[in-house]
């Protein structure tokens, strides 16, 4: 009996962590596979992304804050997450994404690398939990606000950390972080509704 009960706590735990485990496997397995066609979709939406938000240099420049320059940024970023994510269902695209955005912006300021990876990586998390993957629509719109709404208060973080100022005083107060966050959020998701339903309606 002792040695039954042995076994079967063992299997409960398995099945616990089963989820976990299997989620770290697929992410592996999966962030090996992109195929060149895929590699070069991405960098051509990267591409993109920057000539864009170069267009809007000025305006972010304007911004009281820099880590509000997400709010400027999450229709580009959803736009892009959306078009990379309707042609490629794999866990770990957006946090590839993030890692090639990431990288480029860290030649001005390093820091950018770290936000934009954790938000890629995050999304992807996120998306797999809760639909196992990008193959619904729902799914792709969530992640395109997501992925520009989680950098916001890890910007808000950063900032108020390393260069401390305005951003330092503001990070105590949580409904300063959150009312942007929910804004990015929903500037993404909705921009990638529509240019989803465009795409849609045109066959693409």
């Known amino acids: 009996m002792g040695r039954r009960k042995g076994i ?18 697929e992410g592996r397995l999966n962030m090996g596979k992109f195929q060149l066609k895929e590699l070069s979709m991405m960098a051509l ?5 920057f000539v864009l938000g170069y267009l809007l240099l000025p305006l972010m420049q304007m911004l009281p804050l820099p880590a ?12 892009g997450v959306t078009l990379l994510t309707r042609k490629i269902d794999k866990f770990g695209t957006v946090t590839m994404l993030g ?3 990431g990288a480029l912006l860290s030649v001005f300021f390093i820091w950018m690398l770290i936000i934009s990876l954790i938000g890629g990586f995050l999304t992807d998390v996120v998306i797999r939990l809760i639909f196992k993957g990008y193959a619904s629509k729902r799914s792709i719109w969530i992640a395109s606000g997501l992925f520009p709404a989680l950098q916001l208060p890890l910007a808000f973080i950063m ?17 300063v ?10 500037l993404g998701y909705f921009t990638s509704k529509g240019l989803d339903r465009i795409l849609s309606n045109r066959g693409l």
Do not use: N
């Open 177 to 186: 972080v959150t009312l942007p966050t929910l804004v990015t959020f929903g």
């Open 159 to 175: 900032v108020a950390y390393t260069i401390g100022g305005p951003s330092g005083e503001l990070i105590r107060h949580p409904l």
């Open 99 to 101: 890692l090639v955005i």
């Open 68 to 79: 509000l320059r997400a709010l400027l940024v999450a229709p580009i970023y959803g736009s």
């Open 45 to 49: 939406i990267v591409a993109s992304i």
């Open 8 to 25: 079967t706590s063992i299997d409960s735990r398995q099945s616990l962590t089963y989820p976990v485990s299997r989620l770290r496997i």
